[in-house]
T-cell receptor, first 113, second 112 residues
Framework: DAGVIQSPRHEVTEMGQEVTLRCKPI?????LFWYRQTMMRGLELLIYFNNNVPIDDSGMPEDRFSAKMPNASFSTLKIQPSEPRDSAVYFC???????????FGPGTRLTVL | DAKTTQPPSMDCAEGRAANLPCNHS???????VYWYRQIHSQGPQYIIHGLKNNETNEMASLIITEDRKSSTLILPHATLRDTAVYYC?????????????FGKGTLLTVNP
């Protein structure tokens, strides 16, 4: 099993640009989570999906952030327009509703200049 | 979700047992205790979880006090690769369709 796959692994962009982060969950998992990690705020849950439906997006910081899950094997997190304070590591995680563990991907390190 | 309190850092000698404490004095009867760890630059990794009984798996043991107000994660023979931030999380429910709220955790440093 390849685990949770995230792309790109590193992204450097300029303020005002659109950024799209991608996640492929583990096959058979029906829950997907997006987290953001910074030194100041630690790990924060942004949004999570169950069976491709957004369940809780209360952690999404602003309207500039949006997330989609068009099918069970793909999700995107989009930031438009990006700002320097969005610089962070973004993690995607997946799991089974009947299971216990969340499996985290390797993360995308985003730098907004 | 109940709040947890962990020491910010701990040291352990390689080969010795690492005992990581966690206080969760406001835990309610249907809340589980979960432990995850995050090795530098990697995503968090599940270690173990429990409700009220002690639990053991291939990675660690979890000891929960009888009143459930605190718990200890035990790594029986710590190695250098166990150096990581360890998060104790209390949450209702045992399925994976739930939110995990991470605190600051404990940075465990295993020394040679």
């Amino acid at each position: 099993d390849a685990g949770v796959i995230q792309s790109p692994r590193h992204e450097v962009t300029e303020m005002g640009q659109e950024v799209t982060l991608r996640c492929k969950p583990i096959s058979g998992h029906n829950s997907l989570f997006w987290y953001r990690q910074t030194m100041m705020r630690g790990l924060e849950l942004l949004i999570y999906f169950n069976n491709n439906v957004p369940i809780d997006d209360s952690g999404m910081p602003e309207d500039r952030f949006s997330a989609k899950m068009p099918n069970a094997s793909f999700s995107t997190l989009k930031i438009q327009p990006s700002e320097p304070r969005d610089s962070a590591v973004y993690f995607c995680a997946s799991g089974r509703t009947s299971g216990v563990q969340k499996f985290f991907g390797p993360g995308t390190r985003l730098t907004v200049l | 979700d109940a709040k947890t309190t962990q020491p910010p850092s701990m040291d352990c000698a390689e080969g010795r047992a690492a005992n990581l404490p966690c206080n969760h004095s406001t835990i309610s009867g249907n809340e589980y205790v979960y432990w995850y760890r995050q090795i530098h630059s990697q995503g968090p990794q599940y270690i173990i979880h429990g409700l009220k009984n002690n639990e053991t798996n291939e990675m660690a043991s979890l000891i929960i006090t009888e009143d459930r107000k605190s718990s200890t994660l035990i790594l029986p023979h710590a190695t250098l690769r166990d150096t990581a931030v360890y998060y104790c999380i209390v949450r209702v429910g045992g399925g994976s369709n739930y939110k995990l709220t991470f605190g600051k955790g404990t940075l465990l440093t295993v020394n040679p």
